[in-house]
């Protein structure tokens, strides 16, 4: 019984849809096509003729039809810049029947429709203008002219038999643009046979304010042609849209050097040969005067004459590829123009009470979304917070260790061990020798000459008061000897010595200013001397006068020499940044000992 129904429901709406058709199609998809949407519709609604018809009004594209008032009439009809006719429906009814949707979806690429509802106020100026009879259905079909229908059709109910036959013989402007290859073949279709060829004028100009007087003027040399649109089409194409095809024709001896504002005559004989001949004279002379005009358009008419003849072929020939569509747009375009529709569909299917339900959803997402924003936000910036108190913190304890410093300790008592004694293999400890009165002068030169070496791991750098270390320091020299003595130190020559101490090793190395390692000139044979004189002459006291015993006038320098050496305090460390390259180098005299002294306090 189902089945029995739904074949019932098919063969009433198929009749009634198929006779509403343009040419041998429903829309662009085929009767099975049509079929099974029907069936899908008859399974999931209510089967009725004004169920179904407002089922097929959805499925067109919105606004296919647009409604036309006094306010946008003048803006609809003066729209023909985009290649298309324009047709103005006028009826009672509030919408345009399903006919009409039908015939304007098919002639889409070549027809524009408005809707004039002739039963509202705001038409009233329209329908008087054309002298249409809110009685009648009427369609009124405009080329460039606005002023007055190119063709008319007003009956009670117009077939769309009628429809098609009257949109078929007036579906071009008086002056056509080549903007595709469709509008190619329609306006200039091939012709092989010469006793029936079909010559099309093309102005060549550029898409822009400029050249309207041109196509103005050339529309008008069309519309005072002698001959049929059948024989002859005036058009035009845009050179920068359509480059390939004007680069084809602009190839032969006699084509113009700068083709725009010069007219060019066709003859198709397929789809991508044709024949073509130039006209000698440029058409811009003619947009200048009406003697100009005259004079051209009537060689125009003459040229057109004459290779209208069996006899005359056109010179040259070309092999012109397929058009450029102008109309095609692109994936943004496309998303901009749904983005479009959609919105003018909301604004004309929604009412004010849901505007401002919508508008109340629509504020309250926004407030979620700007509360979570904002809550993210302020998270971020306590992470951000939290961060930098971290690096911080990491960089606050780790400073005193990444950046390199130079500590100077104080050798006494209590850290003798860990800067002597206990001193790692292949570590030392470098000791300046300094009292109570230079400390303050002496100090600071030390601490610059041993700051180069601040990141060297294996030295650490100190200090010592004469005035602790003295026995210490008295005891290590005693020790250094071949032979353990009683010696007499004069604490004043100390100041300004520095030791270089390996406490795993048990051995020292010494600066002083007069040093003989350390002095120049006579230096060097004081250092030979000397040596030999510790090496040989052990029973000698004036063998440690060097290193700060107290001389006796028996030394083997002369008093007068002895003079000529002093040293000033603040000179006493002007050699101890070379005398710590020859250290670091194993070029100084070291002097081992068995042990290292107690560090007993004076």
Same mark, same amino acid.
């Given at each position: 019984m189902g089945i029995f129904i739904n074949d019932v429901y098919l063969k009433s709406n198929i009749t009634m849809t198929v006779p509403i058709k343009c040419g041998d199609q429903i829309l662009d998809f085929g009767q099975e096509n049509f079929r099974s949407i029907l069936l899908e519709k008859a399974s999931s609604s209510i089967m009725s003729v004004s169920g179904n018809v407002k089922f097929l009004r959805n499925k067109f594209p919105y606004k296919l039809i647009p409604n036309i008032n006094n306010n946008n009439i003048n803006k609809f009809l003066s729209g023909w810049t985009d290649n298309r006719i324009r047709a103005l429906i006028f009826e009672k009814k509030e919408s345009p029947r399903l006919r009409y949707l039908l015939v304007g979806f098919h002639y889409r690429d070549r027809v524009a429709f408005g809707f004039v509802h002739t039963e509202n106020s705001e038409t009233e100026t329209i329908a008087a203008k054309y002298k249409v009879s809110s009685d009648m259905s009427t369609l009124l079909l405009f080329n460039e002219n606005s002023e007055k229908p190119m063709a008319s059709v007003s009956m009670k109910d117009i077939p769309s038999e009628t429809i098609h036959n009257v949109i078929t013989n007036n579906k071009f402007l008086i002056l056509p643009r080549l903007s595709n290859q469709a509008m190619l073949d329609s306006v200039c279709p091939p012709e092989w046979l010469r006793p029936q060829k079909r010559?099309?004028?093309?102005?060549?100009?550029?898409?822009?304010?400029?050249?309207?007087?041109?196509?103005?003027?050339?529309?008008?040399?069309?519309?005072?042609?002698?001959?049929?649109?059948?024989?002859?089409?005036?058009?035009?194409?845009?050179?920068?849209?359509?480059? @390939?095809?004007?680069?084809?024709?602009?190839?032969? @001896?006699?084509?113009?050097?700068?083709?725009?504002?010069?007219?060019?005559?066709?003859?198709?004989?397929?789809? !991508?040969?044709?024949?073509?001949?130039?006209?000698? !004279?440029?058409?811009?002379?003619?947009?200048?005067?009406? !003697?100009?005009?005259?004079?051209?358009?009537?060689?125009?008419?003459?040229?057109?004459?004459? +290779?209208?003849?069996?006899?005359?072929?056109?010179?040259?020939?070309?092999?012109?590829?397929?058009?450029?569509?102008?109309?095609?747009?692109?994936?943004?375009?496309?998303?901009?123009?749904?983005?479009? +529709?959609?919105?003018?569909?909301?604004?004309?299917?929604?009412?004010?009470?849901?505007?401002?339900?919508?508008?109340?959803?629509?504020?309250?997402?926004?407030?979620?979304?700007?509360?979570?924003?904002?809550?993210?936000?302020?998270?971020?910036?306590?992470?951000i917070s939290i961060q930098l108190k971290r690096e911080q913190c990491k960089e606050n304890f780790k400073s005193p260790q990444s950046q390199p410093q130079l500590r100077l300790h104080e050798l006494r008592a209590e850290k003798y061990n860990g800067l002597v004694r206990l001193l790692k293999p292949g570590c030392r400890t470098i000791i300046l020798l300094v009292d109570y009165q230079s400390r303050l002068k002496l100090l600071p030169a030390f601490h610059r000459a041993v700051w180069p070496y601040r990141k060297n791991k294996t030295l650490m750098f100190g200090h010592m008061s004469l005035e602790r270390g003295l026995d210490w320091y008295k005891k290590m020299l005693s020790l250094s000897l071949p032979e353990p003595k009683e010696l007499n130190i004069n604490p004043k020559n100390c100041v300004g010595t520095v030791l270089a101490l390996n406490g795993h090793r048990k051995y020292f190395c010494m600066y002083h200013a007069k040093h003989p390692e350390c002095s120049k000139g006579k230096g060097t044979k004081r250092m030979e001397r000397i040596t030999k004189h510790l090496t040989r002459r052990f029973d000698d006291t004036e063998a440690g006068a060097f290193i700060g015993f107290d001389s006796s006038s028996d030394s083997d320098l002369s008093h007068d020499e002895m003079k000529n050496e002093i040293v000033y305090q603040d000179k006493l460390l002007e050699g101890l940044p070379n005398w710590l390259d020859r250290l670091f180098e194993g070029l100084t005299q070291r002097y081992y000992i068995n042990y290292w002294p107690d560090f007993t306090v004076k």
């Open positions: 010559l099309c004028a093309i102005l060549i100009s550029q898409n822009g304010a400029i050249h309207d007087l041109a196509r103005d003027k050339f529309r008008k040399a069309a519309i005072e042609s002698p001959y049929s649109t059948e024989r002859v089409r005036y058009t035009y194409v845009f050179k920068e849209s359509q480059p @390939e095809f004007v680069a084809a024709l602009s190839a032969g @001896e006699d084509s113009p050097m700068e083709p725009l504002l010069h007219i060019v005559i066709i003859w198709r004989r397929d789809a !991508n040969h044709l024949k073509y001949e130039w006209l000698p !004279n440029g058409w811009f002379e003619a947009t200048r005067d009406d !003697n100009k005009w005259n004079e051209t358009r009537r060689k125009l008419e003459q040229t057109l004459q004459r +290779l209208l003849r069996v006899t005359e072929a056109l010179p040259y020939a070309a092999k012109v590829e397929e058009l450029a569509d102008e109309h095609a747009q692109g994936t943004v375009g496309k998303l901009i123009g749904r983005a479009l +529709l959609a919105v003018d569909y909301i604004s004309d299917n929604i009412s004010k009470e849901q505007i401002l339900q919508l508008i109340s959803i629509i504020a309250t997402i926004m407030l979620i979304g700007a509360a979570a924003y904002g809550m993210l936000y302020l998270v971020k910036l306590e992470e």
